[in-house]
């Protein structure tokens, strides 16, 4: 994914690489970390003031700290999102009623919070929440009628009429 730091481990792996003069390219090839990425992180090595050697004797606080040492702090999480992140766990046990949506779970979240996110950004975050939570998968309510016993339910009913012989 776009903008997200490597861990300390790939960082050190790279250090590596460096210091046995391997280039950029076979970096990449031995890595699979993109090359772009290895030249933004060559410019922060450089940008440290430290050789690649001092680097590596560092501690993975120390290195993190010297590497961001020249970044701006992060940006304040948007208030429309810590607001939705804090109604999850209500959201989620609720998902597991039967007859709940996330569509009425929508609604209500918009009557509560007007400013809050469009249906299909609030899906999204709901999604991500649920695979991080390791949820293997949500139980959904049937949007039809039975029309017979639960046992002999097939394909057919689900789209013929007995009573009136007709298709919907």
């Known amino acids: 994914m776009a903008n997200r730091p490597l861990n300390m ?8 690489f460096l210091e046995r003069g391997f280039s950029q390219r076979s970096i990449e090839r031995e890595t699979g970390i993109n090359r772009r990425t ?7 090595f450089a940008d440290s003031g430290f050789s690649i050697a001092e680097l590596l004797f560092f501690s993975d606080v120390e290195l ?15 208030p429309r999102r810590i607001h939705l992140e804090s109604q999850f766990s209500y959201l989620f046990s609720e998902l597991r009623r039967v007859g709940v949506t996330r569509q009425l779970l929508w609604q209500e979240y918009i009557n509560e919070y007007p400013d809050g996110f469009g249906y ?3 899906c999204e975050l709901l999604q991500e929440h649920i695979r991080k939570q390791g949820a293997a998968a949500m139980k959904q309510s049937p949007p039809y009628r039975y029309t017979k016993s639960r046992m002999s339910m097939n394909y057919w009913d689900l789209w013929y009429r007995p009573n009136s012989n007709t298709v919907k």
């Open 9 to 16: 481990q790939k960082i050190r792996q790279i250090l590596l």
């Open 120 to 122: 299909s950004r609030f």
């Open 38 to 44: 290895i030249a933004g992180y060559l410019q922060r």
């Open 64 to 78: 993190e700290a010297y590497l961001n040492a020249g970044k701006a702090e992060q940006v304040e999480k948007d």
